[in-house]
């Protein structure tokens, strides 16, 4: 394990002031620390990154030396497919842990990239692993985070393997929701941070489909579209679709 200096890490207050209003509160001050726990972690947490729209985080096949932590901002994942092309696997929230997926190999099976000026916390994986093995409470919110990856990367097949294109959207729409919500958000309103073109790139759907889609939806009163910002107008109509009700493609027939 590298020497840490002081010059690379932040201290104890410093912790505390930019995570008092974070979600990721969860992660680097789990409830019922004591004072030696949480100077361990302020050894550990590396100043935050701001990155800039389009800077990489990592990229494809780097060695893994850290986990990210999202304070601001957001960013996407891509790999690629047999055929060369570039799929986007992911979007990646403040509050949300990114570089999880390199565990298994010790190298990065994608690229991040951020698709707006975005803010990351630098959290060495060794140290955190050592640290999470002294510290259960630490441990348990990072075993719950891996679960919740596995459970969206499920998700994702669901979508991908067997949904239809309205059912896509819908379900892709009610997760950002969601996801939203766990910042304290409200959930019927939020602004898309991606473009249509990595929307689509996401769900597997040409950019034109997302446009039709997106305005099909906001015709029969399902959502409302001002530019990237989204307005769940009926999210039970849209959880109900993201779920396989066939009604709404009848309708649409």
């Known amino acids: 394990m590298q020497k840490k200096t002081a010059a690379t890490v932040v201290s104890l207050s410093g912790i505390k002031v930019a995570c008092k209003d974070c979600s990721l509160r969860e992660l680097c001050l789990p409830f019922g620390l004591n004072e030696p726990d949480l100077a361990s972690l302020d050894k550990m947490v590396k100043r935050r990154r701001t990155l800039k729209k389009g800077e990489a985080l990592y990229r494809l096949g780097d060695p893994l030396q850290s986990l990210y932590a999202i304070s601001r901002g957001a960013l996407k994942t891509t790999g690629l497919i047999e055929d060369g092309r570039v799929q986007i696997t ?14 298994n190999t010790d190298r990065h099976p994608c690229s991040a990239e951020a698709l707006e000026t975005s803010e990351v916390c ?12 002294k510290i259960p409470g630490l441990q348990h919110q990072l075993l719950r985070i891996m679960s ?5 990367d499920e998700e994702m097949l669901m ?5 239809t294109a309205e059912e896509r959207l819908a379900s ?8 939203f919500a766990r910042l304290g958000n409200a959930t019927a309103e939020f602004r898309l941070c991606m473009s249509r073109q990595d929307l689509g790139d996401y769900l597997g759907l040409a950019l034109e489909t997302v446009s039709r889609l997106l305005s099909r939806f906001q015709e029969d009163g ?7 910002r989204i307005v769940l107008r009926d999210l039970a109509r849209l959880n109900t679709l993201a779920v396989g ?9």
Do not use: K
């Open 245 to 253: 009700n066939s009604s709404y493609h009848r309708a649409q027939a």
């Open 172 to 179: 892709c729409l009610t997760s950002f929701s969601r996801r």
């Open 122 to 133: 630098d959290i060495p994986y060794t140290a955190l692993e050592e640290l999470a093995q």
């Open 148 to 152: 919740r990856e596995i459970l969206r």
């Open 90 to 103: 992911g979007f990646y929230l403040p509050g949300e842990l990114i570089g999880i997926d390199a565990i």
């Open 222 to 228: 399902l959502i409302g579209v001002q530019g990237r």
């Open 159 to 163: 979508l991908l393997g067997r949904m």
